[in-house]
Nanobody, 123 residues
Framework: QVKFVESGGGLVQPGGSLRLSCAVS????????IGWFRQAPGGERERVSCIGNRDDRTYYGDYMQDRFAISRDAVTNTVYLQLNNLKPEDTAVYYC????????????????WGQGTQVTVSS
């Protein structure tokens, strides 16, 4: 059974930073792409970023690569998302999810995902 433990969300002022973590158990991240999507209240799911299995190729949603950075620790089976220069429009629940590959993630063909961590950007 796949289990996700997401953390690092919170309330931050515009321009601030957060580092989200997602510790995954039940699967080996080398075998899957893993990434983050987000959903704001009343909004649709939005792709944030994904890192590929084994080769560390990365994908970022539109206009996100200049402020966000994804990384993965294969030893601890943990994926991180560094969020910099946060804006109020970044407010959403951020979910960690696995997919068969980056192209699958981009198509929202997801395997499993966690409960999410809330990010609120407000002054």
């Amino acid at each position: 059974q796949v289990k996700f433990v997401e953390s690092g969300g919170g309330l931050v002022q515009p321009g601030g930073s957060l580092r989200l973590s997602c510790a995954v158990s039940g699967v080996t991240l080398d075998d899957y792409a893993i990434g983050w999507f987000r959903q704001a209240p009343g909004g649709e799911r939005e792709r944030v970023s994904c890192i590929g299995n084994r080769d560390d190729r990365t994908y970022y949603g539109d206009y996100m690569q200049d402020r966000f950075a994804i990384s993965r620790d294969a030893v601890t089976n943990t994926v991180y998302l560094q969020l910099n220069n946060l804006k109020p429009e970044d407010t959403a629940v951020y979910y960690c999810a696995t997919a068969p590959g980056i192209l699958h993630f981009r198509a929202f063909n997801l395997l499993d995902w966690g409960q999410g961590t809330q990010v609120t950007v407000s002054s």
